[in-house]
């Protein structure tokens, strides 16, 4: 059971917007920013978004991150077929002696 | 170019130990917090341990508090998972990954390719 909950799937047409959220509580997203990761099938994670809505040089501005309160988003607009991976959000959790967290990851699939 | 490469992985019976490397180059190895990340197989990511840039400051996971030890050679720019009493809930993808600053609570910005790590009789 992950800390932060993130629906299994989603999916979305080609040109489609598509959103993923992530909840939390106030001892992680709450209190801390939160960070995405896109994770291609067979590959190794990569950073999308971090401090809840920057971009990495390099990513697509088809890709934003937002947050409130406890929860956060990742939009994807003008979906891609090379869009179809899993997506995991991450936050830093204070309680106890602090740990790093992540959501179970969402599985996109581009129809 | 920034890269890490993972070695150390392998095929170990429960309750035996193996020792994890991460090789670092194409940045300032010092300057960054480092962490170890594991992906069982068709699961999640699970954060299990970070260092600062120092090793002033350390954390793990419950999940491996007391078996595992992370540890870092900013001399030789790498890293090190040293992992006892193995058991099968262990087998997993295990990431090298760097921080965004010296800070582990700053997050992870890049990651290695992984190693696997299977435990098992």
């Known amino acids: 059971q992950s800390v932060l909950t993130q629906s299994p799937s989603a999916s979305g047409t080609p040109g489609q917007r598509v959103t993923i959220s992530c909840s939390g509580s106030s001892s992680n997203i709450g209190s801390n920013t939160v960070n995405w990761y896109q994770q291609l099938p067979g590959t190794a994670p990569k950073l999308l978004i971090y401090s809840n809505i920057q971009r990495p040089s390099g990513v697509p501005d088809r890709f934003s991150g937002s947050k409130s309160g406890t929860s956060a988003s990742l939009a994807i607009s003008g979906l891609q077929s090379e869009d179809e991976a899993d997506y995991y959000c991450a936050a830093w959790d204070d309680s106890l002696n602090g740990n790093w967290v992540f959501g179970g990851g969402t599985k996109l699939t581009v129809l | 170019e920034v890269q890490l490469v993972e070695s150390g992985g392998g095929l170990v019976q429960p309750g035996r130990s193996l020792r994890l490397s991460c090789a670092a180059s194409?940045?300032?190895?010092?300057?960054?917090?480092m962490h170890w990340v594991r992906q069982a197989p068709g699961k999640g990511l699970e954060w299990i341990s970070g260092?600062?840039?120092?090793?002033?400051?350390?954390d793990y996971a419950d999940s491996v508090k007391g078996r595992f030890t992370i540890s870092r050679d900013n001399a030789k720019n790498s890293l090190y998972l040293q992992m006892n009493s193995l058991r099968p809930e262990d087998t997993a993808f295990y990431y090298c990954?760097?921080?965004?600053?010296?800070?582990?609570?700053?997050?992870?910005?890049?990651w290695g390719q992984g190693t696997m790590v299977t435990v098992s009789s």
């Open positions: 990954a760097r921080g965004f600053t010296i800070f582990v609570r700053d997050g992870i910005d890049m």
């Open positions: 194409g940045f300032t190895f010092d300057d960054y917090a």
């Open positions: 260092i600062s840039w120092n090793s002033g400051y350390i």
